[in-house]
């Protein structure tokens, strides 16, 4: 069932991004490998969903060049960078080609062949379980199946449009 509250005027794009940035979070790389190919991006949009089973969402546009590599993939890894790490944030969220974006960080291969970064702040490997789209974007929930902590514990958050050490 979708509920909308007709009674507020729809807000417009420019003040809800400028609300959205004061909304501090986590910068992490999500990555996959589909047709023997790596893929990845930059996501704010990445949250708990439940601890029973552990369980997380990510949030992908439709509109993205990677997009049809996560929509077509089962597995995909959450890696939650650390500070001095904005250059792979930047790198993963710009216009940088695909296959050029892995040659930033240390990469492994996780349990089931995706990418994982062999430095993160923490990985969260998961299984694809359930995608929705909403508005102008993907919805994909995964079923965490391993996590890699590093023994350094900080985490590069991003808040009011720039980058912050947490």
């Not at 005027?9 to 910068?27: E, P, W």
């Not at 369980?55 to 089962?74: D, H, K």
Request: aromatic fraction near 10%; hydrophobic fraction near 35%; proline fraction near 2%.
């Amino acid at each position: 069932m979708t509920l909308v509250d007709h009674r507020f005027d729809i807000v417009d794009k420019a003040t809800f991004r400028n609300g959205m940035s004061r909304l501090g979070s986590a910068v992490n790389v999500v990555t996959t490998r589909h047709g023997g190919k790596r893929y990845g991006f930059t996501a704010s949009a990445v949250c708990s969903v439940s601890d029973t089973p552990a369980t997380l969402l990510v949030c992908l546009n439709r509109a993205s060049s990677c997009f049809q590599a996560f929509e077509n993939t089962r597995h995909f890894c959450v890696n939650t960078l650390m500070p001095g790490q904005e250059d792979i944030a930047n790198v993963f969220g710009g216009r940088t080609p695909t296959g050029d974006r892995f040659a930033h960080g240390e990469w492994r291969e996780g349990l089931k062949g995706v990418p994982v970064l062999a430095n993160a702040s923490v990985s969260f490997e998961c299984e694809l379980t359930n995608a929705v789209d909403e508005a102008t974007h993907r919805i994909f929930f995964g079923r965490v199946i391993d996590i890699r902590q590093h023994d350094e514990q900080k985490t590069l958050l991003y808040c009011m449009r720039r980058y912050l050490n947490g």
